[in-house]
């Protein structure tokens, strides 16, 4: 199966976008200590270290390790310097996202659109060069203190950023479990969902997809309003989440109190062969939120799933969920946080020509969720 298969891409004109996007550039994440945190992502999830910046390369603020799984960039950084800004970014939200990077054709033009809308323009178009090229970068604020950084690397050959240097492994990791990422949710604040939807809307040019709204995720404690935006070919979705009023306190409250704020909650990884992701990924020891066995035997549900490519049997015994809609379905299965606070997780997802989300699971995935709060103290 193709990449773009597996995402979920569709065909699109970019000749009346007023913001282009050709796709994700690095997902950069503030660490408590990126040394660790990189080794980790090499040895269980089995990503590949590329590229590397910190002290001994002439940044004294922070490590940087740039890793590769795929089409799948992850920068992690951790601050050296004690006055390093990022140290207050961690303090203040622990272990999380603080750029979703995009790869676009012409940084200026993005710019200038996204400022006309009202956008704030975090850094203003430039360039940045070494001995492997320039790089054209900008970038404007998304929600809480989340940005959205603009890369052309159009004119760049080095392994990720000037200021970087190559770096390899230099010993044996595991063979990569995923291949490209599919979506990165944002959790917003209480009554603020829509005006981010449009935000997207407006500053980036992002079409909506499928909407999911009360009822839909509701349990019978809690219940969150989500909706969908993505850009012209569907590369980037960008589900947008924010608390509905319930009985008991949501996961998006949680996340949000934990957070301290509106931030990237979970992280869609797809994979061609999600059985041996699973399986991998539950051997080197990462958690995965349970699904009742109840889950599987609910005879609307088999109905509903209809033919998957393995037998029922083989997604009960790894709690791996099923979806499916008029396009195709789709497999899925979500770890518990992984940080010491209960904020982002990742899910593992693998396509069969569905678009969605995994809707029909919310349900089952929100129960499963609540579990786990509850034992936390916090439901
Ligand atoms: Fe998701």
Redesign the pocket.
Known sequence: MSIDELVGLVEYDAKNDPFPVQGWDAVVWSVGNATQTALFYQHVFGMELVAYSGPETGNRDHHAYVLRSGGVRFVFKGGVDPASALLDHHRRHGDGIVDIALEVPDVDRCVEHARAEGATVLEEPHDVSDEHGTVRIAAIATYGETRHTLVDRSRYRGPYLPGYVARTTGHPTPKRVFQAL??V?GNVELGRMDEWVDFYNRVMGFTNMAEFVGEDIATEYSALMSKVVASGNHKVKF?LNEPAVGKKRSQIDEYLDYYGGPGAQ???LATNDILRTVDALRARGVEFLATPDSYYEDPELRARIGEVRVPIAELQSRGILVDRDEDGYLL?I?TKPLGDRPTVFF?F?ERHGSLG??IGNFKALFEAIEREQAIRGNF
Do not use: S
């Open positions: 599919d979506h949710v589900p979970h992280l869609a899925q979500f899910e997802i989300f995994g």
